[in-house]
């Protein structure tokens, strides 16, 4: 049996309510989520995929595909970064799938035809979105950010892969030119009428015959749209109920994530499905691809993530629409004038180990233990000899912290910039920068803190990311 | 170790004004101070024999910043550098280059022009690391105030004004300064309801960034009185440098960042030299180091002048204030008087040796007894520290 073992999801901090979004007058009903001015597509998977793996060791899992339209980078790969600072194994098969809102799924696909061939034991995919829609557009309105993770395997499954039906079409409705930050879309009356309706209802009923079930056999048929409208239209088509048999799609709490999106809304009902449940998944972009999905007792075993549902509690609302503008850098901020700082990136490749592995030494010795690593033990001067030992999974406490107001620096999402020392249960201790902390007066020596990866502007064009830490959420 | 104490005479010494000096490049804040201390230890450019040039980040290379801007020929000239302790550290190994019997009469020379360039707060732009985090000095001592204030369980508002009364005290004396950067004495609540720069350091808890030069001459105790019956002695040196280097994002799992070990390290040394028992009733008065208020408050501490943990009912005793039996920065410290990075150890010892010969107006003490200069480069866990102890000749 193969199928999904694990999931994870991540929702950035912040939300924009719609009717902020506009220059006068009212906007829209709901909110949307919103990532933080250090955050993109690659950190966000980070974050789902650190969701995900909770009891897992990252080392023993064979591959890792993303999916996204968001790639910060157009050359160099998602995977292996996110391969680099997770800790994967060096000889991980690391993937990008990237350029459709379907590929999520259809990563999903490939991890599971690799599991049933052998070639791997268990796969991570992670999708993940933060696409931008033009200043004032439906786009921009009806986004949400975000990422999933889901680690396709054979061992512990938790909802099984029952079918999987695909159908490419190359109908545009939506794209992003190559030298564009924007998304476009073409007129919906045409797109929806002619386009996402019915290849959707064409794709999924025949994947349902090629399956052999029908809409009595289905708990939750679960789907992307651009839009609540254009999601509306489809499963009464299919002769689903709508009311209870359609999962809730969550447009006016997060919003539409792109390549993300159907796969964190699987992992929505996921979050809520019972053992004996049978999913009907479609992604739609590109054509549409259906997955069936049978859940297992598997599913109670991982029942400690945060989910898409668990983040969705946490939110911080942003105060103004120049605000959101800010975040995705569309508002010019000029940044304080400061000595540039440019590391060498042979310099990041020799200490790879400590600064993006976050390994500390442990002096073979004494037990001492640092970070980054010291070749001279601080304790006992012992030499080279040491073990290391990784830290991202260890429990964190704060020991002190402040905010910094003199630089101005575009990637802190609510100035002043904050820092902080914190103490791993391991022993190692470590000041950084620390983000998504909200009003520093709350804080308290000795809270529980948590290690996300962002982004960093200062270094230019060079590959600007570093462990930060946060308030857990 | 060695000792030495009186072994070493300043017989002279120079300082130019401290703050935004628009007007003056490099070469004048070393003429203007070096001219000075010629004068005071009558002497010319032919008599100093070897200059020690401190200098943090004005200059990019050697000690010719110094020879070039006084014409002083083809003698040698050494650059040191050692973050905030880089004067005190011209100094101190001038003093060994004089003590040892290799030069007669050693001009020592720090100076610092930051107001060109940068921002409004001393940068650390050396952290090569990603993951240590860009930013400015002072975030990082307040993190050092945050945990002081939860280590000895003191309210925010009661550690606020605590800190604030150090930088009252310090803008007063300074105000009596002819050659601070800030002539101006503040309320507590100027100090108190200051913007906040670092939380909870607000603008008054933080010293400036400035402009200028300070400079010693220096000669053999025996050969003092030569030159000049002004004159005070070196009593005792002391330097601690952290296993730590500030700028590469290393932090040590055991650090307390309440306490500045390298501080209390570098005291010893000067101490022991001096045979200082109780440094509380033996120092006349201290220049310490004060880039932030919550530094000054620790220093006190770290320099044996008050148990851990009491600083704060110190302060509210008054203690240090020219008043108080222990009076420290009596020229206004880095606070008032302005930080000039590789200047400030020779301006501490300026204002040391002025009260040591009758020269500080009215901030002159009655009994100067030993005076005692604190440098402190890096930041908390990761420090340079320099302990100076000047005393009179007899």
Known sequence: MVGICSYGAYVPLYRLAREAMVLEGKGGAGERSVRGADEDSLTMAIDAILDCTKGIDRTSIDGLFTATTTAPFAEKQLAAMAASALDFKENVLSLDFNNSLRSGLTAVKMAADAVKAGSAKSVMVAATDSRLGTPLSAVESTSGDGAAALLIGDNGVAASIEGYYTYTCDFTDTWRPANDQFVHVWNDRFSIAEGYQPMMTKAISAAMKAFGVTPADITKLVYNAQDARAHGAVAGALKFD????????????????????????????????????????????????????????????????????????????????????????????ESTRMTPITPGLAQLWRERDSMFKLHASRCNQCDWIEFPIRRICPKCH???????????????????????????????TDPPLGRAIIDF????????????????????????????????????????????????? | MGNIKDKVAIIGMGCTPFGDLWKMGVPDLIIESAYEAYEDAKVGPKDIEAVFVGNVSSSMWTGATVTEALQLDRIPATRVENNCATAAEALRLGAFSVASGMYETVLCVGFEKLKDYGSGALEMPGSLHPISVVGSAPA???????????????????????????????????????????????????????????????LFDCCPVTDGASCAIITRADKAQSYTPDYVLIKGLGLAVGRIDPFKGKFRSDTDITFWDETWVAAQQAYDQVGIKDPRKEIGSAEVHDCFTITELIIYESLGFCPRGSGPAEVDADAFTLK????????????????????????????????????????????????LAHSQGGTPGMFQASVTIVGPKN
């Open chain 1, 242 to 333: 709508a009311k209870t048999q359609v999962q809730y799609p969550l447009f006016n709490e997060m919003g539409n994530t792109g390549a993300a999106f159907p796969v964190m809304l699987l992992i929505a009902a996921l979050e809520q499905a019972k053992p004996g449940d049978t999913l009907l998944v479609a992604s739609y972009g590109d054509g549409v691809d259906v997955m069936l999905l049978k859940v297992t007792d598997q599913i109670e075993k991982i029942r400690d993530r945060h989910g898409v549902l668990g983040y969705l509690q946490s939110k911080k609302m942003l105060p103004s629409y120049v605000k959101y503008l800010r975040l995705r850098h569309l508002f010019y901020m």
């Open chain 1, 382 to 412: 012992s030499k080279d000899d040491y073990s290391q030992d990784r830290l991202l999974d260890q429990k964190v406490t704060v020991y002190s912290f402040s905010t910094d107001t003199i630089p101005t620096i575009p990637e802190v």
């Open chain 1, 425 to 473: 249960s391991g022993g190692a201790r470590m000041e950084l920068e620390m983000t998504d902390f909200g009003d520093i007066q709350n804080m308290k020596v000795g809270q529980p803190m948590e290690m996300t990866f962002r982004r960093l502007e200062r270094q230019g064009d060079v590959a600007a990311y570093a462990w930060k830490c946060k308030p857990v959420r």
């Open chain 2, 140 to 202: 990082s001592f307040a993190k050092s105030a945050v945990q002081y204030f939860e280590k000895y369980k003191i309210p925010y508002d009661k550690g606020k004004e605590a800190l604030a009364k150090i930088a009252v005290k310090n803008h007063f004396n300074g105000a009596m300064h002819p050659k601070a950067h800030f002539k101006r004495a503040i309320t507590l609540e100027t100090a108190m309801n200051a913007p906040m720069i670092a939380w909870p350091l607000g």
């Open chain 2, 324 to 371: 108080g039996d222990l009076p420290v920065n009596t020229d206004g410290g880095l606070k008032s008087f302005g930080h000039p990075v590789g200047a400030s150890g020779l301006r501490m010892v300026y204002e040391l040796y002025n009260q040591q010969l009758g020269r500080a107006g009215d901030r002159q003490l009655q009994n100067p007894k030993y005076g």
